[in-house]
């Protein structure tokens, strides 16, 4: 059993991360700003923000995994990114892995294409979220001493296409994995077996990978 804490714990991604590590045992403090998650076994609720340094640094001494399953951006402006440094620092000092749910913007629609949000149709009001994210990759890639890994998504992965857990996926590289309409999608209950599979049975130290169907 693990203890993982989840920034993030009652949104999309982060609800379905804790779910899935609660089924197989885990113990999982549930973080968010109002301190809403519901304290149920297995489950520590707490009131804080990935921003707050010395939270960040008591829970990474008390969690085998920091999972940062927040926005990258706020108004617009990145805000994870500046939060990368104290929280790699936290990590090193705790001795904790580190797991981001990342996104799909900076995959590469082929091998040796360019990225997702370099393309022409990419949606304008996703660029802010995605580019924040990209930068969030890119910092984790030039750190050095910390166990961490990343889980870009499907190009189609949210609460409004929430689909099922049928506990059947791919997984892919620094590529965007499509199905054979072209479609890249994953449900948040799938897209958690992943992240959890990693937690459980690390096979991507310091590396990104992504999950589809």
């Known amino acids: 059993m693990a203890v993982i804490t989840v920034f993030g714990a009652t949104g999309y991604a982060g609800g379905h991360i804790t779910d899935e590590a609660l089924r197989r ?5 549930a973080v968010n700003r109002s ?3 519901v304290a149920r076994p297995g489950v520590t609720p707490v ?9 960040v640094r008591d829970l990474a001494a008390k969690s085998d995994v920091l999972v940062v399953a927040v926005h990258g951006s706020a108004d617009g402006k990145p805000f994870l990114l500046p939060l990368v440094p104290s929280l790699l620092e936290a990590a090193a000092e705790g001795g904790a892995r580190i ?14 294409g360019p990225r997702l949000i370099d393309t022409p149709d990419f949606p304008e009001a996703y660029r802010a979220e995605a580019s924040s994210h990209a930068q969030v990759l890119d910092a984790l890639r030039d750190a050095a001493g910390v166990d961490w890994f ?10 409004w296409v929430p689909g099922e857990r049928t506990g059947t996926f791919r997984l892919g590289g620094d590529v965007l994995v ?4 072209g479609r ?10 992943a992240f959890v599979d990693e937690i459980d049975k690390p096979a991507h130290h310091q590396a990104r990978f992504t999950v589809a169907y």
């Open 35 to 37: 301190g809403s998650a």
């Open 47 to 55: 009131a804080g923000s990935i921003a707050d340094e010395a939270l």
């Open 150 to 159: 990343y889980v870009s998504p499907a190009a189609e992965f949210g609460a």
């Open 99 to 112: 797991g981001v749910v990342g996104g799909a913007g900076s995959l590469q629609v082929a091998e040796g």
């Open 184 to 193: 890249s999608f994953v449900s948040g209950a799938d897209y958690a077996i």
């Open 25 to 29: 045992g885990h113990e999982v403090i």
């Open 178 to 181: 499509s199905d054979a309409e």
